[in-house]
């Protein structure tokens, strides 16, 4: 990031940092599971929650690439965006049809973020500068609507 400082620790300073530019998720690897034709939105399994929505690009194109979800990571700094932790090895894997529809089902009960790889790399998902977030509780599906994905 141009004319900014790091503070030794490799991020920008807290009065620039910005979400787009701090705490992003390491480079991860995989595909999603792509379904043809309409998606069906399984009921979530017993204690286990299920996530749903619909991914496109900032042009409106669907998007169907990697998704993750994430939790906040406990270390957060005064005039930082919280970083959000891909859970790439126990995230339940997401599925997707070419509509950008998509889900993800066994989720555990808790707050998460969303990470998405596409060919610019993993970014958090953002809407107006924060991160998109998602409580879920045991049995519930919650439909979170429409991610625009960077």
Not at 21 to 39: F, H, M, N, Q, W
Not at 70 to 83: K, Q, S
Not at 105 to 127: C, E, H, N, R
Request: hydrophobic residues 45%.
């Amino acid at each position: 990031m141009e004319g900014s400082e790091n503070n030794g620790v490799g991020y920008p300073a807290p009065e620039t940092a910005a979400i787009e530019d701090a705490y992003l998720a390491p480079v991860l690897s995989g595909a999603p599971a792509v379904v043809s034709g309409s998606l069906s939105i399984p009921a979530p399994a017993a204690g286990k929650a299920v996530i749903h929505g619909k991914m496109q690009t900032a042009d409106g194109k669907a998007f169907t690439g990697t998704l993750f979800i994430g939790i906040f990571g406990l270390y957060i700094r005064e005039g930082y965006p919280p970083p959000v932790e891909a859970l790439v090895a126990d995230s339940p894997a997401v599925v997707v049809d070419s509509e950008g529809q998509f889900y993800f089902a066994d989720v555990q009960p808790g707050v998460y973020g969303f990470v998405a790889l596409s060919p610019s790399g993993a970014q958090i998902v953002t809407a107006n500068g924060a991160p998109v977030t998602v409580e879920v509780a045991a049995d519930q599906t919650v439909d979170i609507g429409t991610l625009v994905v960077p």
